[in-house]
Nanobody, 127 residues
Framework: QVQLVESGGGLVQAGGSLKLSCVVS????????MGWFRQAPGKERESVAA????????VYDDSVKGRFFISSDNVKNTVYLQMNSLKPEDTGVYYC????????????????????WGQGTQVTVSS
């Protein structure tokens, strides 16, 4: 059984930084993709960043490029999201997810391809 547990959310001022962690238990393989998604109140859940467990491929939403960085530690079975230069529009619940199987680099942002989700961690950025 696959379980994902996020941590690291909180309240931060605009311009600040936070680092989210997602510990994955259960089956992992280099072909799976791990993604970070976020959902603001009243909005759809959207892709933020994704990484293949092998670490060879990463993708970012345009809104976070150059500010957020995704990484994985295969020994600790943990995926991280380093968030810098945070903006109020980054506010939301951040979810970690694992793909159901192999997905192409071009599809790594597609929510429907992720079958396992964590409970989410709240990130609030004040102006």
């Amino acid at each position: 059984q696959v379980q994902l547990v996020e941590s690291g959310g909180g309240l931060v001022q605009a311009g600040g930084s936070l680092k989210l962690s997602c510990v994955v238990s259960g089956r992992t393989a280099s072909t799976y993709t791990m993604g970070w998604f976020r959902q603001a109140p009243g909005k759809e859940r959207e892709s933020v960043a994704a990484i293949r467990w092998s670490g060879h491929s990463t993708v970012y939403d345009d809104s976070v490029k150059g500010r957020f960085f995704i990484s994985s530690d295969n020994v600790k079975n943990t995926v991280y999201l380093q968030m810098n230069s945070l903006k109020p529009e980054d506010t939301g619940v951040y979810y970690c997810a694992r793909s159901s199987g192999y997905i192409t680099d071009q599809a790594m942002g597609q929510r429907r391809l992720y079958g396992y989700w964590g409970q989410g961690t709240q990130v609030t950025v004040s102006s």
